[in-house]
């Protein structure tokens, strides 16, 4: 899937105006269903669960998570059984994603807020004497092993003075900063409301995909930085400004953004360039990280 993956040089007016070099790798297009950044983080759990000799996969989520969309679609492909913990509680008729899940056979267990909110600071409530003998992987593919996953986005034919990312859990960022040429600069623009914590969150998963990796901690830590101007009142919330950058973008350009990830983040890169946040004559690497459900796709 990665083989084809494709850069696509962007030509605006508001480019034009301030000489800046703007291309997008196309994340979205890889496969229909494990696409963007999902794809990454899981494939190196998927190699792992193979190794392992495991026939079912375990993995939580939000209802709209484009995580469990994904990992439906790989468990499918790959021939796991996949059973998938919600967060809330069940909702009649089932949105897209768990529709989808559902059609690829997924187990679907909900638990409500309390209950998930007690695993995320336990970890405790995964018996395998209930849910037999599973491959976990975490939230939105949050660890090491994703980590290691989004290492291989950025390649060495791409050309770049900045990498530019929208951030959730920060897994793809940590990625892109222990991966990207040295020198150049790497943004993570926050889809999450007070996104200033993801700073020390990319830094404990770069810690941990260190430890797998047993690398000697490097002297200088990556440089990467979060920008928080751009997360529109928060996850998942949205404004009509954003939802008109959104369709005057398509129209432009004809790349589809979603307003949860990549529209907050081109929204806040062509802002920057506005300002003059960037060098005159920057090459600016944007990543587009996904998301385009069939569903959303116009
Ligand atoms: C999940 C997701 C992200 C966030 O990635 P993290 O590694 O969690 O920071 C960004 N963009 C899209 C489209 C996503 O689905």
Known sequence: MENTITT???SLECLKKKQMNL??????????YIQGNKWFKLKYHLEEAQKQ?????????????????????????????????????????????????????????????????????ENSLLDKEVYGDFYFIPE????????????????ETDEYDYVLGACGTGTMLAGLAISAKPNAKILGFSALKKGVFLQEEVEKLIEKYDDLEQKEKPQNKYSFQIITEYDFGGYAKKTAELESFITDF?????????????????????????????????????????????????
């Open 250 to 298: 398509y129209a432009k350009t004809r790349v589809p953004l979603e307003p949860i990830y990549t529209g907050k983040m081109l929204f806040g890169v062509l802002d920057l360039i506005e300002k003059d946040f960037f060098p005159e004559k920057s090459r600016l690497l944007a990543i587009h990280s996904g998301g385009i459900k069939p569903m959303y796709a116009r």
């Open 140 to 155: 939105g593919g949050a660890d090491a092993l994703g980590v290691k996953g989004c290492a291989d986005i950025l390649t």
């Open 53 to 121: 000799g495991k026939k079912t996969i375990l993995t939580l989520g939000g209802a709209y998570s484009n995580h469990l969309y994904a990992t439906a679609a790989a468990g499918q492909m790959y021939g796991f059984q996949v059973i998938m913990i919600v967060r809330g509680e069940p909702t009649l008729p089932l949105n897209p994603v768990l529709q989808f899940a559902k059609e690829a056979n997924c187990e679907i267990i909900y638990w409500d807020r309390e209950k998930y909110r007690r695993f995320r600071e």
């Open 8 to 10: 696509q040089r962007l």
């Open 23 to 32: 291309s997008i790798k196309r994340l979205d297009l890889i496969h229909p």
